[in-house]
């Protein structure tokens, strides 16, 4: 009886007939690429950036969790005041802003990450990146969507996980560029794009065939074209950023629905509309602290100047008196910026003792107790002109849930080391 012999195919075209869109191509995925590789550099240089901010010995997650993979730390800046609000603001805001173009992109090359295997070392190489690729930036997203919810049901450290994952991520998509994209040139110059925003559905054709296997060899009849796949990713990033803008603008911050603690504000009746009217990241209810370590005997203590120093909050308020209007910024990416007033960070230096220009550092504790019950200010946080233990915003008192009787306000620091409800501020000398 004789053999009857199947000839084999190409697996990158029997893979190819179970994606059969005609508008799947290299020029479509191109188009996705391009504000990819303008966007999400920024992210991860914002990301970064961020990292560096939260300072020595307080970066999160610390330096001994991630190895190797800390970068170098340096004193972060307190001018431009608003440099963390737009570090922070971006790696959130626009990491969310380009999730639908990510999909998108995902969409448009999915028969590659079901081809078969390949003798070729280039494309070996390629498809070890595309899969380190995709799943990096799809970890990424999804964790950094439910932090952003305070919705951990991951079980692990979201600060140490999210930081390595996106280690991955930048070896992944730094190979992945090196590799594509000289067929990401030829791509986007093989057809004109304001052709194809003029092309209505009725005359889509495919593009020709590709030796990457994202053409189809049989397309099935359009149902949308490239101008309409296009026009979807962009009107899914105008939508996302519709409901992300609000964390930045305080007028808009009823539209910010995807960031709940950017919405939440002072529970008191009293004060919708007041002075103190703006977000609470942790409310005074939920840092535990008795009602009468915060009442009328409070005082602040005062240590490196030898003695330690005690000031009620009447001798505060009797202390020269500066006005600043700062923003703070919280690392799930919402931000507000108000106008305090208080004490300089510097005269409290003087008033325990100490030359100001010989402080080399500042550690502020909370009554609250937790792992950022505390925070360490480098000097140049400590001296700058609008760092302050504040003890009025917008012209009247602190409320209980912004940090009652004092808080710390510093320019440009991350906003969860604007420490509330201060109980001691020790100095040291440089």
């Not at 999915?110 to 003798?119: A, N, Q, W």
């Not at 053409?215 to 105008?238: E, F, K, Q, Y």
């Amino acid at each position: 009886m004789s053999r009857r012999v199947v000839p084999r195919r190409n697996p990158v075209h029997t893979t190819a007939l179970r994606w059969r869109s005609p508008i799947r191509g290299p020029w479509l995925t191109s188009m996705f690429a391009l504000p990819l590789l303008v966007g999400m550099p920024i992210v991860i240089v914002t990301g970064l950036l961020d990292w560096v901010a939260y300072g020595e010995g307080q970066s999160i997650p610390a330096r001994e969790d991630v190895g190797g993979l800390h970068l170098p730390l340096f004193p972060w800046p307190t001018d431009p005041a608003w440099l963390f609000r737009l570090t922070e603001g971006l790696h959130v805001g626009l990491g969310m802003v380009l999730v639908p173009l990510v999909l998108a992109k995902l969409w448009s090359v999915i028969p590659k990450l079901f081809t078969g295997p390949s003798p070729d070392p280039v494309r070996l190489l390629e498809r070890l990146s595309l899969v380190l690729l995709v799943g990096s930036v799809l970890f990424e997203i999804v964790t950094g969507l439910l932090n952003i919810q305070y919705d951990y049901v991951f079980g692990f450290s979201f600060y140490t996980a999210h930081y390595t994952g996106a280690w991955v991520f930048i070896a992944a998509f730094v190979l992945h560029v090196l590799l594509k994209l000289p067929t990401m040139v030829r791509s986007l110059r093989s057809r004109s794009l304001r052709a194809e925003l003029r092309t209505p559905l009725a005359d889509t054709r495919s593009e020709p065939p590709d030796d990457g296997g994202l053409v189809a060899p049989d397309p099935d009849p359009p149902t949308m074209s490239r101008r309409g796949a296009l026009a979807l990713a962009g009107g899914g990033m105008l939508f996302v950023g519709a409901l992300v803008v609000g964390q930045f603008s305080d007028r808009l911050r009823p539209t910010a629905l995807l960031l709940p603690r950017g919405r939440t504000t002072d529970p008191a009746p009293a004060e919708r509309g007041g002075p103190n009217d703006f977000p609470v990241n942790r409310t005074f209810a939920a840092s535990g602290i008795a009602p009468d370590v915060v009442g009328d005997g409070w005082s602040l203590e005062l240590t490196g100047g030898g003695t330690p120093v005690r000031l009620e909050r009447a001798a505060l308020a009797a202390l020269p008196q500066h006005t600043a209007t700062l923003p703070i910024a919280c690392v799930e990416g919402w931000s507000t910026s108000q106008t305090w007033t208080g004490v300089r960070l510097r005269d409290l230096a003087r008033a325990a003792g100490l030359d100001p220009a010989a402080v080399g550092s500042a550690t502020v504790r909370s009554f609250e107790v937790g792992p950022f019950a505390q925070a360490t200010l480098h000097a140049g946080q400590v001296l700058a002109d609008d760092a302050l233990l504040a003890l009025r915003v917008n012209g009247a008192e602190l409320s209980r849930d912004h940090g009652f009787p004092a808080r710390v306000i510093v320019p440009a620091l991350p906003g969860v080391h604007n420490t509330k409800w201060v109980a001691t501020i020790g100095f040291s000398r440089g």
